[in-house]
């Protein structure tokens, strides 16, 4: 590497470093991700960007091709005519030979480039058949004219580019190639014409045909394990927005299809294999689907980490560039912007969005929001990929195999982190549904439930008896007791009613320790309480568990420290037998019960037709 290179690289890194110490904790991430990017393309593809502008090679040197090197690299021994009026022929050309120069640069790519450029590659084959593969893998390459002249005639003649229709390329492959029979021990020159819209970038290569498409499966195979990873989100998002009626999901859909839509026609598998012309709005789909992509991804960061809330400032800018990518996605898609203004609204708008989404994750993650730091996982890896090819096409980073593929892996490691901020968005969701389902619960229950004994009031038995005698038979009854204490009231204004409000407690306890799980023990208010047994045989039964209740309250209540004495009068009635209804049930055993007051106090009688029979 030269010296004056050195110090040139040497310089830009004490800038990056004292931007560093100067810039706040969301611009060092970005310095970051350029010098990460910086030292990828100084390391990889090494003597690539040199290559035409060292002293070693000069742009007439020819190459000499033998099968002992089956790939070889042409960069390094091309040279290049500017042809700004688009009108020099291949004769001007040839007649022109000594005036291509060596491009400049890094290697392989020359940047935003509208004019025509001529390449001349002077070469020889020493040894071998002669049949190489002239390849230039940049799929969006609108044209290019290919000519293989030897001593001054023309040997073949074939047109490239992403405008020719995939049935008239000279090789079915996802790339611009097509084989040349080169003339074996005597020089002969390819003469390239490059026409395109947006980047001219310039991979190419010579390989033997056996390399070249061992070479294209293995990208094959890449790119099908990318595209069934995007497919896979894909569908999975669907499905998810669908079932959930979750907005998030729909976002995240859109993202996914932008990318991969974009992702298609950059690789050139689309053409290959969904499309046969990159014309009309498919030769627009690149910038579109940016702008989608762009469009949808601002309002899932907005979702995502709730910056309505946490970040007004930034909301509001999100909110306008969503809308600005939308208008601009509208545009085009109306034919009312062009390639090159479509071009250049995807690569004006693309950099705010993680400029506004760091500083925002920055935030949400130091809150301790897991959301916020996958997102800037995340976007750390859309940074690298999208600086790298923005790097690549503005002629500023070499054309790699780094440069040119970092922006679908970081894209894909960006869609996959962004699954599990999904993941969690769906875990507060279901806390949020969990939280609101037992605050219902809570709100229910305080409405069915006694708040001094915790047992249920009369709504909450009202619905218990309902229940119950939807499913009573006629060989199985159910009984309702109404229980009044007796001796209560002295009790309670001797001691205070804290005391009183204890011995009810106490009350309710013993009740319930009377009785089976399944029986239902309520308080209707002040001493009443209610017991409500289904399954019982008839009347006898219902008369034995009300002695046992009369007999548990023999025994005195320890209420706040003071040892309390009351007894029970119980009226009872039984359904079906006595009524079909709650209201008729609870009145006959409110009228047994007082019947059982006027009768002398402890005792039990049973409502209805036998409402004058007692017992103790």
Request: aromatic share 6%.
């Amino acid at each position: 590497m030269h010296k004056p290179l050195l110090r040139r690289r040497f310089a830009q890194a004490a800038a990056l470093w004292a931007a560093w110490a100067r810039a706040g904790v969301w611009l060092r991430c970005c310095l970051a991700c350029l010098a990460c990017v910086a030292c990828v393309a100084c390391q990889l593809g090494p003597g690539q960007a040199l290559a035409a502008n060292g002293p070693g090679l000069a742009p007439a040197e020819r190459l000499v091709l033998d099968d002992s090197r089956p790939v070889v690299d042409a960069w390094p021994n091309l040279g290049l005519l500017a042809d700004p009026g688009r009108a020099l022929t291949l004769d001007g050309a040839l007649a022109r030979w000594r005036a291509f120069e060596p491009p400049t640069g890094p290697a392989s790519s020359l940047g935003l480039h509208r004019e025509a450029v001529w390449l001349r590659l002077p070469l020889q084959v020493a040894t071998g058949d002669g049949r190489w593969v002239f390849d230039i893998d940049f799929p969006v390459l609108n044209q290019a004219d290919v000519y293989l002249v030897s001593q001054g005639r023309v040997l073949q003649q074939h047109r490239l580019g992403a405008v020719q229709p995939f049935a008239q390329r000279p090789m079915p492959s996802r790339s611009h190639a097509v084989t040349l029979q080169l003339p074996v021990g005597q020089p002969s020159e390819i003469y390239l014409r490059v026409l395109t819209q947006s980047a001219l970038v310039l991979p190419i290569t010579l390989s033997k045909p056996d390399r070249f498409l061992a070479r294209e499966a293995g990208r094959h195979l890449a790119q099908g394990l990318m595209l069934g990873v995007a497919l896979a989100l894909l569908v999975y998002s669907l499905a998810h927005w669908i079932s959930l009626r979750n907005g998030l999901f729909g976002l995240y859909a859109l993202m996914v299809l932008g990318s991969t839509a974009f992702f298609l026609d950059c690789y050139g598998v689309g053409q290959q294999h969904l499309w046969s012309q990159r014309t009309g709005l498919v030769a627009m789909m690149s910038p579109l689907s940016v702008m989608l992509a762009q469009s949808a991804g601002a309002l899932f960061v907005a979702r995502a980490l709730n910056t309505r809330l946490h970040s007004p400032r930034i909301h509001r800018a999100l909110m306008g560039l969503s809308l600005a990518s939308a208008v601009s996605f509208c545009l085009g898609l109306l034919g009312l912007l062009d390639y090159p203004a479509a071009q250049l609204a995807a690569t004006l708008l693309g950099p705010l969005m993680p400029l506004l989404v760091i500083p925002a994750a920055w935030g949400r993650a130091r809150a301790g929001d897991r959301a916020g730091l996958y997102m800037l996982i995340g976007w750390g890896a859309y940074m690298v990929g999208a600086v790298a090819l923005a790097g690549m096409l503005r002629g500023l980073l070499p054309a790699n195999v780094w440069t040119q593929n970092l922006f679908q892996w970081g894209s894909t490691v960006e869609m996959l982190v962004w699954l599990r901020v999904l993941g969690l968005h769906i875990e507060a969701v279901r806390r949020s549904a969990e939280r609101t389902e037992l605050e219902k619960q809570a709100l229910v229950s305080l409405a069915h439930t006694d708040a001094l004994t915790g047992l249920p009031n009369r709504r909450g038995l009202s619905l218990a008896l309902d229940v119950a005698l939807q499913h009573i038979r006629p060989d199985s009854a159910l009984v309702v007791y109404l229980l009044d204490l007796d001796g209560f009231k002295p009790i309670n204004d001797c001691h205070g009613h804290d005391v009183g409000d204890a011995l009810l407690v106490q009350v309710g306890q013993r009740l319930r320790c009377q009785v089976r799980r399944d029986d239902v023990v309520a308080r209707l208010g002040g001493d009443e309480f209610v017991i409500m047994t289904a399954g019982i045989s008839g009347e006898a039964e219902a008369l034995a568990l009300g002695r046992k209740l009369l007999d548990a309250f023999l025994q005195p209540f320890e209420a706040d420290g003071q040892l309390c004495r009351v007894g029970l009068t119980i009226g009872f009635a039984l359904a079906p037998h006595d009524g079909r209804s709650a209201g008729d049930l609870l009145k006959r055993a409110d009228a047994a019960m007082y019947a059982g007051k006027q009768a002398g106090r402890h005792c039990i009688h049973r409502g209805g037709a036998s409402l004058g029979l007692a017992g103790v």
